[in-house]
Structures are given as structure tokens and as C-alpha cells.
């Protein structure tokens, strides 16, 4: 499997960003896909899940109400549209396979996108 992010910029407190992530090689063998970020100095944190056959969702508590996981089947292309950007939520965002451990164990991912939130 192949995962590409991109999407993430510069943006300040309050603002909105929508990341993209096109996905290759995915097959139903896979339990599902999410974003991880990786902050400089922090622990690698699980952001959002989806399973790839009926949608179901999972958010980290940190951005629930905030950010919103989606997938296009036909696209292979995976999304996450943030809003209400924090400074914490600074750092470099990567799409990966969901192991299927409440979005906390990935498999695969890829190149990532950098999120800076500027206060």
C-alpha cells in the first residue's frame, strides 16, 4: 500500500485546513485508514480512523467536534477537514493503515504534511 498526504500549510488560531490523502494498493484486507501527527518533542498521536467498509469513525479527544474524517471509495482518497485550528494541533500529519486498535497502532504510511497553527 502507498499513502501520500498533502494539504497541511500555515494557518492561525481558529482557522481551517483540509488534508488529502491518496491511497494505492488499499484492499478490503485492511481494517482501515486514519491520520496520525507527530508534534517536535511529543509522543505520536492517533487522530481520526475510518474503517474503509462502512465508515465507522473514531477522533482523538483532543479534536473531536474539530475535525472530520471522510474517504471516497472511487477516489481512493482519504480527507480531513480541521477546523478551529489550535497551536497544538501543530505538527507534521501522516495517513497511514488503521491496525484496528482504536486508531492507535498504524502499519503503513507515507510521506507526511506539515500543520503549523500560528497564535
Known amino acids: 500500500v502507498q499513502l501520500q498526504a498533502s494539504g497541511g500549510g500555515l494557518v492561525q488560531t481558529g482557522g481551517s485546513l483540509r488534508l488529502s490523502c491518496t491511497v494505492s494498493?488499499?484492499?478490503?484486507?485492511?481494517?482501515?485508514i486514519g491520520w496520525f501527527r507527530q508534534a517536535p518533542g511529543k509522543e505520536r498521536e492517533g487522530v481520526s480512523c475510518?474503517?474503509?467498509?462502512?465508515?465507522?469513525?473514531i477522533y482523538a479527544d483532543s479534536v473531536k467536534g474539530r475535525f472530520t474524517i471522510s474517504r471516497d471509495a472511487m477516489k481512493n482518497t482519504l480527507y480531513l477537514q480541521m477546523n478551529s485550528l489550535k497551536p497544538e494541533d501543530t505538527g507534521v500529519y501522516y495517513c497511514?493503515?488503521?491496525?484496528?486498535?482504536?486508531?492507535?497502532?498504524?502499519?503503513?504510511w507515507g510521506q507526511g504534511t506539515q500543520v503549523t497553527v500560528s497564535s
Open positions: 497511514a493503515t488503521d491496525l484496528g486498535a482504536a486508531c492507535t497502532h498504524f502499519g503503513s
Open positions: 494498493g488499499f484492499t478490503s484486507d485492511y481494517y482501515g
Open positions: 475510518i474503517t474503509w467498509d462502512d465508515g465507522a469513525t
